[in-house]
């Protein structure tokens, strides 16, 4: 297996709580992975740690072999990682176009050769014209991301991450609020991205659509790494079907 | 008719500031009584500091609340300099302050954006009073709570800029360029980042923005415009003490931008000139005057909150929309009658 | 060694009279994330209160004191009714900025009806009497009744913060206004009582500042600024926090102000807040990574 992103030890404690402990784990280039748990697991958190929005207590985080828990958040995504948040986040001044144009222009032109996602090639317009295009957003290009729909949002944080060329993208419950259909239909079009050489690391408590969608889940319980395997493998879990599974049931 | 004249935005810039300027200059030859013309300068001086500062609070919407204190080293580096320790040239004297509150700022500016919020405001409010103290216990330097006093008006050659209306002029370029500066920085890059920060910091950095870099930017030339200024304040007053340096000064500015209306950069300008203009009219009520501003401030924040420029901005785009609305209706009716 | 003593003794009352001024804005913190620069002014007029009961009335300090916390209680109601309320949901500026407003509007106020900077006692109870310690410690009664008071209304403050319903609700509130709603919190009362706490907190100190020294038009700045280091030392929200940060900074302030020289005493409370949050921004109490 050649891991993308590499985790080791990642501890964070806020206070009296351990939002995550001692949590290591590879994510193989290329692949859809799940992480999932019940609320308060530390999802959030762990996510937040990789991204640089907190800093990790201990624990060390490769990207591609290069160490980045060191390194400030704007670095972090300039090496090639992306994310998106629970409660959707845009430039809520700026339109659709000018939020996805805004994180191109930071982000640099695209840096790594053999990716193949829309939105790669060209100048910073057509980049951002093939994204829009491609998420389906060209009739709201002038819309600030108040006057969509939730479904428009969603869409246009993603194209926003996207923007920024990345190797690895985290998604924070991206489907929240989705319906089944909603949810397909933006797993389609990630889908057409890990065609393109994307990693991505998916975040949902819809465990009917992950379990169904992702190549490998992780699973996580009070901040601990709990479990992980495959969709069949995680279902069949005992452990997992007590703190979760079962609690849904 | 504007954009046919002058093509690019730069050149309508340049115009724009030299016309705030010249109207300062120009205000000069209608009052010659020196206690206007004193106002006069107050308020290109309050201009050269806020402008620039409004890009830190409005742009960017970090409420520093410590300006009073840059103001104050860069008077008493110039008071220091020119009078008190030594007898170096006011024009010399001036690029030091600059470069003393420039870099004063910046090293202070790692620690203070570890803050955000109210944390930054208070922490950036004692760093002001931590300057305030140091300009009244510092004797050698400062003079303290006598201040320092003889400190010279600027000359080119032989011409001393002596007289106030002279000294008016000096202000005026001074203001041209705050404004200028300021408005180069806003446009383009740096201006898309301070507001992707004001609008959501931890975002922008995930999107790839050195957040740092920019707020440590901003904050140190706001704050080497406030020494600049500081250091004009000097040469006006001729003599200077810590009493004018205080969290007052600092709410002052605070104060311009919020009144003026924040985030742009005509509104700190209009914030100086209505408050200077305001103090005048109430000046008979003694204290109330205080009493009013404060209202103002409240209501301000709680009603208006883009300010008298934001409102100014507000009526221009109903009378434009009222009168495309008429014109739109005449040309209908013209189409009908065809 | 006996001037040391006599220095921490000081310092203690101080500090906890300052700590009384921080609790009310640790308070308001710490439940609605709203810092109120204007609390400042609270003490200051909650200062001259007292000094109309006492010195003016004749009445008993304990009166005046309970008419300083009742009259500044009702003023902060009024600033959460008229003002606070529709800052909710604001960016911070917003509301330091138009409490700073209300600052100026009242301080205005007080010089309007009660003149200049004269400055004006308050009669406390055991004013000449002291206890002596040893050769020459000498602890004031006024003092000694501050800090009861003191000690009084922490404890008080404690009950209603953990023992009643209100605290609950309290309690509940400062973890998120949606914990809040899901209890089935009726927010305006709530809301109406914690500024009104808050505000007694501020009249009360002021009672004692002025009973300590004078009441002045001015005298709501010093404890101000104290007042929002101090819950930044002690975390900002924190009431624990502000008594420690205020006995702390209180024993500092006397002991440098008599064995260096007052100028560097005032400095020291700015040069420790600097510090502070450049070392544990979360402050003392604070939790880290919650970041304001
Ligand atoms: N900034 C913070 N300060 C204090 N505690 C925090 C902070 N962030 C998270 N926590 C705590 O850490 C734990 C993990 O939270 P986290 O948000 O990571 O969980 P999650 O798995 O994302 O949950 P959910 O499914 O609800 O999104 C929770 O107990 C939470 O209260
Ligand atoms: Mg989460």
């Known amino acids: ?249 | 008719m504007i954009e046919s004249l002058l093509p690019t935005r730069s050149a309508r810039a340049i115009v724009g500031w030299s016309i705030v300027a010249a109207i300062l200059v120009l205000l000069w030859v209608l009052v010659d009584n020196n206690y206007y013309l004193r106002l006069l300068i107050s308020a290109g001086i309050a201009m050269i500091g806020v402008i620039p500062f409004g890009l830190l609070m409005g742009h960017m919407g970090y409420m520093a609340m410590g300006q009073g204190g840059f103001i104050g080293v860069g008077a008493y580096v110039v008071g220091c300099l020119t009078v008190q320790r030594f007898e170096i040239d006011i024009w010399a004297a001036l690029p030091i302050a600059i470069m003393v509150v420039g870099a004063l700022a910046y090293a202070f500016s790692f620690a203070l954006f570890r803050l955000r919020g109210y944390h930054f405001s208070i922490g950036t409010l004692a760093l002001g009073q931590l300057l305030y103290l140091a300009f009244d216990s510092w004797e050698w330097a400062t003079g303290g709570p006598h201040g320092t006093s003889g400190i010279p008006r600027p000359a080119i050659g032989e011409f001393v800029f002596a007289t106030n209306s002279r000294f008016l002029i000096i202000v005026s370029v001074f203001v041209f360029l705050a404004g200028f500066t300021s408005w180069w920085l806003a446009r383009g890059h740096v201006g898309r980042a301070l507001n992707a920060i004001r609008q959501d910091e931890d975002l922008a950095g995930a999107r790839g923005l050195d957040v740092l870099r920019y707020k440590q930017l901003i904050f140190t030339f706001a704050a080497v415009w406030a020494g600049l200024a500081g250091g004009l304040y000097g040469s006006m007053q001729i003599s200077i003490d810590p009493s004018s340096f205080t969290i007052w000064g600092s709410f002052q500015y605070v104060i311009y931008v919020i009144i003026g209306g924040a985030g742009t950069l005509l509104g700190p300008v209009i914030g100086v000139i209505f408050i200077t203009v305001l103090d005048q009219l109430i000046a008979d009520v003694g204290v109330w005057n205080q009493m009013i501003l404060g209202a103002l401030i409240v209501i301000t924040v709680l009603f208006f909150r883009g300010g008298l420029w934001g409102g100014i901005r507000m009526l221009w785009a109903l009378a434009l929309k009222n009168r495309s609305a008429d014109r739109s209706a005449v040309s209908t009716q013209a189409g009908a009658a065809e | 060694m006996s001037a040391f003593a006599q220095q921490l003794i000081y310092g203690t009352s101080y500090g906890m009279n300052l700590a009384v001024a921080a609790a009310g804005l640790a308070l308001l913190f710490g439940v609605y994330r709203v810092i109120n620069l204007a609390h400042g002014q609270l003490i200051m007029f909650g200062g001259y209160i007292a000094y109309v009961v006492t010195t003016g009335l004749g009445l008993h300090f304990f009166v005046g004191f309970a008419a300083a916390m009742v009259a500044m209680g009702v003023a902060g109601v009024i600033l959460e009714i008229s003002v606070f309320r529709i800052l909710q949901r604001r960016p911070a500026t917003d509301q330091l900025l138009a409490s700073l407003g209300v600052y100026m509007m009242i301080g205005i106020l007080a010089l309007r009806i009660w003149g200049d900077f004269e400055a004006r006692p308050i009669n406390m109870p055991g004013e000449e009497g002291a206890i002596l310690l040893g050769e020459d410690i000498r602890i004031d009664f006024a003092r000694i009744v501050t800090i009861a008071i003191t000690i009084a209304v922490f404890a008080v403050l404690y009950f209603v913060v953990y023992r009643t319903h209100l605290g609950r609700t309290m309690r509940a509130t400062a973890q998120g206004p949606e914990t809040a709603t899901l209890m089935g919190i009726r927010k305006r009362e709530v809301a109406a009582l914690v500024f009104f706490i808050a505000g007694a907190l501020g009249g009360a100190a002021g009672a004692m500042l002025g009973g300590l020294f004078n009441v002045r038009p001015d005298m709501g700045f010093q404890p101000l600024l104290m007042a929002l280091i101090i819950i930044i030392f002690g975390g900002m929200g924190s009431l624990i926090g502000a008594i420690i940060a205020g006995l702390v900074l209180g024993i500092l302030y006397n002991l440098t102000v008599f064995y260096v020289g007052s100028k560097l005493g005032d400095l020291v409370p700015f040069a420790v807040l600097l510090i502070i949050l450049m070392v544990r921004p979360q402050g003392l109490f604070g939790l880290p990574g919650r970041r304001a």
Not at chain 1, 65 to 86: D, N
Not at chain 1, 106 to 118: E, I, M, N, T, V
Not at chain 1, 198 to 220: A, K, Q
């Open chain 1, 1 to 249: 297996m050649d891991p993308i992103l590499e985790i080791r030890d990642l501890s964070k404690r806020f206070g009296g709580v351990e939002a995550v402990k001692a949590v290591s784990f590879d994510v193989p280039r290329g692949s859809l992975v799940g992480l999932i748990g019940p609320n308060g697991a530390g999802k959030t958190t762990f996510v937040n740690l990789v991204s640089k929005h907190e800093s990790p207590d201990t624990g060390s985080v490769l990207l591609d072999k290069r160490p980045i828990h060191r390194l400030p958040s704007f670095k972090v995504a300039r090496a090639g990682l992306a994310r998106t948040y629970q409660k959707n986040r845009l430039f809520f001044e700026e339109s659709v176009s000018e939020n996805i144009r805004t994180a191109m222009i930071w982000g640099g032109a695209a840096k790594h050769q053999d990716l193949s996602y829309p939105g790669l090639k060209g100048k910073e317009e057509e980049r951002t014209a093939e994204l829009m295009e491609f998420f389906a957003l060209t009739a709201q290009r002038d819309a600030l991301p108040s006057g969509l729909s939730h479904l428009h949002r969603r869409r246009a944080e993603v194209a926003q991450a996207l923007a920024l060329a990345p190797k690895l993208l985290m998604l924070d419950e991206p489907f929240a609020g989705f319906s089944r259909e909603e949810a397909f239909d933006l797993i389609d079009h990630l889908k057409v991205c890990q065609k393109g050489g994307l990693t991505m690391l998916l975040i949902d408590h819809n465990m009917e659509v992950m379990l169904e969608v992702c190549e490998y889940l992780f699973v996580m319980h009070h901040g601990a790494l709990l479990a992980s395997g495959t969709s069949a493998e995680v279902r069949a879990n005992p452990e997992v079907i007590n703190v979760y599974l079962g609690a849904e049931t």
